[in-house]
């Protein structure tokens, strides 16, 4: 079993062993998993992956994982949601949602990459891991960490929203509260993690985390009757899950599943923190870190790490990106649970809202079969629409007062 090579340097092509290990000794560059796809393309087709259970292992051939997976056995193949009364609020013909509100065990895609990250930590012998989050990840690894009885270290800023924090602490990780942003948090972590022997998921385990990833793409491609879309929008804060997206459907070509791929990629930020967004805008190589100040804090990562293979992909599928201000971020989320009856987070919110500026734009053509990658769930950050919504009607216990309120409202 295992179809996977071994690692490869994403810049000079240099070749590595599998081994907990993220950086290229030669030119720095970023290590990513490569895999036999010629023997992958003998194997894997439709039907097989059809009869396998609905959850994220059923891609397992181009999952960086030898054995059988230990953990997220629940994970992924979330609903690709046809969002037919949206689609007519924004003069699209076919909009589709993919709806990562409701990942197994906790509502994020993040419980993607981690059940990618556990197994592969539990194979490399790891009894500790941990893991640098904007949130979603600080509550996946406390989960999927407790369930395979591994020792927890989750650092967060101290900053982040009172429900992410709380949703944590309930598995009992050892919990660290950072005083300083996300981009703070990951340069400590760094240091941590060059010292003692842990398995970081994002940091010695990435290349294997983000592969993670991938798993979102090969669903949408599954769901949408073995295509690939015309266009997708992703929330970007490292911009892995954007890269891996566009990774995805490029494997399923070169293992035959699917026709040549023409999918348009978008990038959508929060005006508060886009640094990817604003080196497509300004068409330029570099990514300037920013300080973020948004309400998505899911997505601040002032100094993205995937930043510019993000704005590669984007520029080789012809995409774009689009950045929203708080304001929009609160009406896409009401927006979505309006029309659609998903209740997004604050990604969510940036997801949509950077669509239908890209609609009005002409960047997306009304006409493409277009999926909105929706990341997390409201429930998670309830905060943010507090005092956005309006209060609920307040009676007495009796019909009587329920039949004035009745009339107030029947005649609004
Ligand atoms: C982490 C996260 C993302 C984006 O992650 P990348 O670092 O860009 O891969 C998007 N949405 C949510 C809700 C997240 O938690
Ligand atoms: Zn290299």
Redesign the pocket.
Known sequence: MGYVKGLKCRECGREYSVDPIYVCEFCFGPLEVAYDLEGIKKVLTREKIQSRPQNLWRYIELLPIDGAPTSGLHSGYTPLVRADKLAVHLGMKELYIKD?TVTHPTL???DR?VAVALSKAREFGFDTVACA?????AHSVSAHGAAAGFKRFIFIPASLERSKIIASLAYEPNLIAVDGNYDDVNRLCSEVANKYRWAFV?INIRPFY?EG?KTQGYEIVEQLGWRSPDAVV???????????IWKSFKEMHEIGIIDEVQTKVFSAQATGCSPIVKAIKDDVDVIKPVKPDTIAK??A?GN???GFY?TQVIKESSGFGADVSDSEIVDAIKLLAKTEGIFA????G??LASAIQLIESGHIDKDACTVL?I??NGL?TKEAITGHVEEPYHIDPNLKSFEETLKMINSK
């Open positions: 990562d994020s895609f993040k990459v989050s904007t949130g979603n990840l994002n983000a990833s992703v929330p970007c804060a490292s911009g892995s899950l954007l890269t891996k899911s997505l990562i993205p790490a995937d993000a987070e604050t990604a969510g940036v997801t990658s990341t997390g998670k």
